[in-house]
């Protein structure tokens, strides 16, 4: 396909978009969908979206984002339920489920007598935070902004890939402030810090942040990373300082010591440094004061780097050399256009287009670039490297995004998918570990949840011709990787979980080995794929745990449904279906494919119509994402339409509550951009997406530098959901699915709809 035809994606957008009063694909964005942590909501401790509102950009280093609590199990450091702000950090995470970690920089600004604790204890101290102005919070994609009620100022924020810049308006005051707390991290404290005052509006310095703080996983995540910065302020650095608490080196420095009452009064009592010019310390503040008139506008911009204060210098002075905040913005807000702008749709509703171009914004986060302008970067062995012929990204939560993430960028962003997998086996080799992370965070080997997914997303990378990476280093490390983390001679681990992730792992080195040359290794692991059937009981005609004996756990009273037995964030049924590379095998197991289909109709005809978190299809978690496809594989595929579109109007919503679990690192919304556009894969690691019934009259997706792919659906409406044929290119297509190498081709495929399923096309 030509560029003309990949500018006609692009005009088609542009219509769309004008026929609404829009003016780009960045207005469509809701950053709230998704925004809170609420347990109470979401009805289970999982809690909801967990997505952040703030100011970012694609791939970006910098989110400026309000904060709303400190602690808690409050990944993103903000849900729109809670009524007080504590300040504006400039790093956050994005859907996570664990204890969060970033939220460092906390800026807050206040008017009034200084406070150096947030004021979660009132007991102790008022506090910095302020109540909000829910009625002028408001965000868009590269801003956000909110008034301070407590002390009448508004605050907006914007965002460079590297950088930060707060714009404020004050009342007028004799004592008006910047304040920013250097200890404060979403999940516990940074355990050491250092701040310099550069010159009269300059200052600059570094956060620690350890286990010992807490953070990822409460600690457990192992990260342990430095967070640099240097910040300029509009006014004068005259009336300025630091405050300083003395913390015992006994204290535990963990989520639950920061969120007591006890941990506030330490802090309570720090000292305060007036005209500090330099200070490291373990728990350091830093403030400066001046007179504003009415509406004064005060200014702050921030370079943020992972590698040095001058890294985080020369990220400012080259992004923002300005005062210019409009003018931030608004490169924020193209940078988002020429990103979203790769998937183009005609059709559905407004609420509907606003949920897809929010959730592709979602999948547009991470794994972000952590390269500073000089190229510089973080190492997995301390030492600072220099960009050679990747990126370096971080924030791969794998367990999550091998399904439906990384699928899509391999479509839309290749080079993302690329760069991660350099990223992995770089980490790998710097740390000596000689294996490849599954839940990777600013270098840390977290080992978070379960499997080998990196395993997949280079068996996947490779099937389709993504090999922009030591293809032998990275085989090494994924038969590594199965060895360690694997079922092995016992044929079996200790869930049904486990057992099934890693022979799907295992099924992925096989195909790598057998791509590579590498017969025998491919023998031994195509034959470890098969451990799936040893966890398999046929007494009670489903998945059950063995002991490390070999003898199986006692059978519950809830059976299948019992939730956790044997099953990591799931139950048995629902972790069943998880044998995506042998659906054949798995079906003679149940009896046969007509077997196989009566148990999956009842999985979804049991699931509640809202989808929130259940014992049936649990959209909330990943373990069924794949699960809807399945009617596809299994001669039905009227059903995989009838089901991805009833998820897609029930389990997303342009509401804060619009995902009924948690976003995972753009998992959840890159299954409804898939999904939504009419394709979704199976299997990652070899080249098949399912084709399902669209949302759109047309989507098109941008498929390479002068390249679309197009699903057209004719005589589409919500009544219409059934496709009746299908024609790619113009032929006739009798398969319900497409090779991801046809979709990158470039071309149309267009789907006749109707309101009632032809049970003759796309059969098996």
Request: net charge negative.
């Amino acid at each position: 396909m030509n560029s003309s035809m990949m500018a006609g994606g692009a005009l088609l957008l542009a219509s769309v978009l004008a026929t609404r009063g829009f003016a780009s694909p960045a207005d469509e964005v809701n950053p709230f969908i998704g925004a809170s942590t609420s347990t109470a909501k979401a009805g289970v401790l999982h809690g909801l979206g967990k997505t952040f509102p703030g100011a970012t950009t694609p791939w970006g280093m910098v989110q400026v984002s309000p904060n709303t609590i400190t602690g808690g199990d409050n990944g993103p450091g903000y849900s729109y339920e809670m009524p007080f702000i504590e300040g504006f950090a400039f790093t956050q995470m994005s859907g996570i489920g664990w204890f969060g970690d970033l939220g460092n920089f906390l800026t807050t600004p206040t008017t009034g007598k200084l406070q150096i604790v947030a004021g979660r204890h009132p007991e102790v101290a008022r506090g910095y935070r302020s109540r909000y102005d829910k009625q002028t919070e408001t965000a868009a994609a590269g801003y956000y902004a909110a008034t301070l009620t407590d002390y009448g100022i508004r605050v907006e924020c914007t965002a460079a890939p590297r950088s930060g810049f707060l714009r404020m308006t004050y009342p007028e005051h004799q004592q008006s402030r910047i304040q920013i707390d250097l200890a404060r991290r979403t999940g516990g404290t940074s355990t050491a810090q250092y701040v310099k005052v550069v010159d009269e509006h300059a200052f600059a310095g570094w956060m620690r942040c350890t286990p010992d703080g807490g953070g990822w996983g409460n600690g457990d995540g192992k990260a342990d990373y430095t967070v640099y910065f240097y910040a300029v302020l509009s006014k004068p650095l005259e009336n300025f300082g630091v405050w300083r608490a003395d913390i015992p080196a006994d204290q535990s420095r963990k989520r639950e010591a920061i969120e007591s009452a006890a941990y506030d009064a330490l802090v309570a009592e720090a000292e305060i440094l007036p005209g500090a010019r330099e200070v490291e310390g373990d728990h350091l503040g830093f403030f400066c004061e001046f007179a504003t008139a009415a509406d004064e506008q005060v200014l702050l911009k921030v370079g943020i780097s992972l590698t040095s204060v001058e890294g985080a210098r020369l990220n400012l002075e080259s992004e923002i050399p300005h005062w210019d905040f409009d003018a931030t913005r608004a490169a924020a807000k193209r940078l988002w256009d020429d990103e979203l702008q790769k998937v183009a749709v005609a059709g559905g509703t407004a609420d509907q287009r606003t949920v897809l171009y929010t959730a592709l914004y979602h999948t547009l986060i991470d794994p972000r670039a952590i390269v500073d302008v000089d190229g510089r970067y973080p190492g997995g062995n301390g030492v600072i490297h220099k960009q050679a012929d990747f990126t370096k990204r971080t924030i791969f939560s794998g367990w999550d995004v091998f399904r439906s993430q990384f699928p899509l960028q391999s479509i839309i962003n290749p080079t993302v998918v690329t760069d991660t997998i350099n990223s992995l086996i770089e980490l790998a080799h710097d740390t000596g570990r000689n294996y490849l992370e599954r839940w990777e965070m600013l270098n840390a080997y977290s080992g978070c949840m379960l499997g080998n997914p990196a395993v997949v997303v280079i068996a996947d990378a490779y099937a389709k011709g993504l090999r922009d990476f030591d293809v032998e280093q990275a085989y090494a490390l994924c038969r590594n990787s199965v060895d360690r983390f694997g079922n092995g001679d016992r044929g079996h681990a200790e869930s049904i979980s486990h057992t099934l992730e890693y022979a799907y792992c295992e099924w992925c080195v096989a195909q790598l080995a057998r791509a590579l040359g590498h017969e025998v290794d491919a023998k031994k692991y195509q034959q470890r794929a098969q451990s799936y059937r040893n966890v398999f009981d046929p007494g009670v005609g489903w998945f059950r745990p063995k002991r490390a004996d070999g003898s199986w756990v006692d059978w519950p009273a809830e059976g299948r449904l019992k939730q956790n037995f044997g099953s990591v964030e799931s139950n048995p049924f629902q972790q069943g279906w998880f044998v995506p590379h042998d659906l054949n095998g798995l079906a003679s197991l149940l009896g046969g494919r007509a077997e196989t289909l009566a148990v999956l109709e009842e999985f979804f005809d049991k699931t509640p119509d809202d989808f929130r978190w259940n014992n049936y299809y649990n959209h909330a978690n990943e373990p069924v994402h794949h699960v809807p496809f399945l009617f596809n594989r299994l001669g039905k595929p009227w059903l995989t339409q009838k089901w991805t579109r009833t998820i897609c109007a029930n389990a997303y919503r342009n509401s804060v509550e619009g995902l009924v679990g948690n976003e995972d690192v753009g998992q959840m919304s890159a299954w409804y951009v898939l999904a939504s556009c009419g394709i979704h894969p199976v299997t990652p690691g070899e080249t098949r997406y399912e084709i399902t019934s669209p949302l759109w009259e047309q989507a098109t997706l941008r498929v390479g530098a002068d390249r679309t792919f197009t699903v057209v659906a004719q005589n589409i409406s919500p009544e219409n959901l059934y496709i009746q044929s299908a024609r790619l290119n113009g032929q006739p297509h009798d398969q319900c699915w497409i090779d991801y190498h046809a979709i990158m081709a470039g071309g149309t495929l267009e789907l006749q709809m109707g309101p009632e399923p032809n049970e003759q096309w796309g059969t098996e």
